[in-house]
T-cell receptor, first 115, second 116 residues
Framework: AAGVIQSPRHLIKEKRETATLKCYPI?????VYWYQQGPGQDPQFLIS???????DKGSIPDRFSAQQFSDYHSELNMSSLELGDSALYFC??????????????FGPGTRLTVL | AQSVTQLGSHVSVSEGALVLLRCNYS??????LFWYVQYPNQGLQLLLK??????LVKGINGFEAEFKKSETSFHLTKPSAHMSDAAEYFC??????????????FGTGTRLTIIP
């Protein structure tokens, strides 16, 4: 079965550079979530989209922005990168916001290293 | 607000022994609870979930968890540990953002080590 696809899998950037992470949800899934997992930390919710509209923001810095496109894929844009942005960034997708069987399927993550 | 607390950041068990990973939750609404496993350099994989149906939930790889409302717990167990179970395990609870949308709130994780 198709899973959540994230690209790139690994990314190395310098401080103050920009990075773009991409997420392709499971087909027919209309909700995308972004999480950030720092070294040795638990994943923290960053932002989510439902039907191409931003649902809500969590602990996402103002330097970060994201959007969901017409084909439901999402991109996380990160500017003025800082050393502390080094982390594993997960994307998850689900079918709608309906309670009960709303399960988030996670992608393999993009490991961002800021030097 | 919803939160989970995982007791023990590191757990070591011998191969063949019982695995018990502890998770306690706090939720202002009936909780939906999840256990995820993360192998090194990989993404999060759902082991099992509780969504207010049966209190004993069976998941993949022989894991199960029991929802105990009186104890606000959702501990993960496996009768006999395998070497392949070595990984990081996260307990999570469904929460809601300020706009009422769903999100997952994770515990800090428990690293399970299997001793040969």
């Amino acid at each position: 079965a198709a899973g959540v696809i994230q690209s790139p899998r690994h990314l190395i950037k310098e401080k103050r550079e920009t990075a773009t992470l991409k997420c392709y949800p499971i087909p027919r899934h209309d909700t995308v979530y972004w999480y950030q997992q720092g070294p040795g930390q638990d994943p923290q919710f960053l932002i989510s989209f439902y039907e191409k509209m931003q649902s809500d923001k969590g602990s996402i810095p103002d330097r970060f922005s994201a959007q969901q496109f017409s084909d439901y894929h999402s991109e996380l844009n990160m500017s003025s990168l800082e050393l502390g942005d080094s982390a594993l960034y997960f994307c998850a997708s689900s079918l709608g916001q309906v309670s009960g069987n709303n399960e988030q399927f996670f992608g393999p993550g993009t490991r961002l290293t800021v030097l | 607000a919803q939160s989970v607390t995982q007791l023990g950041s590191h757990v070591s068990v011998s191969e063949g022994a019982l695995v018990l990973l502890r998770c306690n939750y706090s939720s202002s609404v009936p909780p939906y609870l999840f256990w995820y496993v993360q192998y090194p350099n990989q993404g999060l994989q759902l082991l099992l979930k509780y969504t207010s149906a049966a209190t004993l939930v069976k998941g993949i790889n022989g894991f199960e968890a029991e929802f105990k409302k009186s104890e606000t717990s959702f501990h993960l167990t496996k009768p006999s540990a395998h070497m392949s179970d070595a990984a990081e395990y996260f307990c999570a609870v469904r929460g809601f953002t300020n706009f009422g949308n769903e999100k997952l709130t994770f515990g800090t994780g428990t690293r399970l080590t299997i001793i040969p």
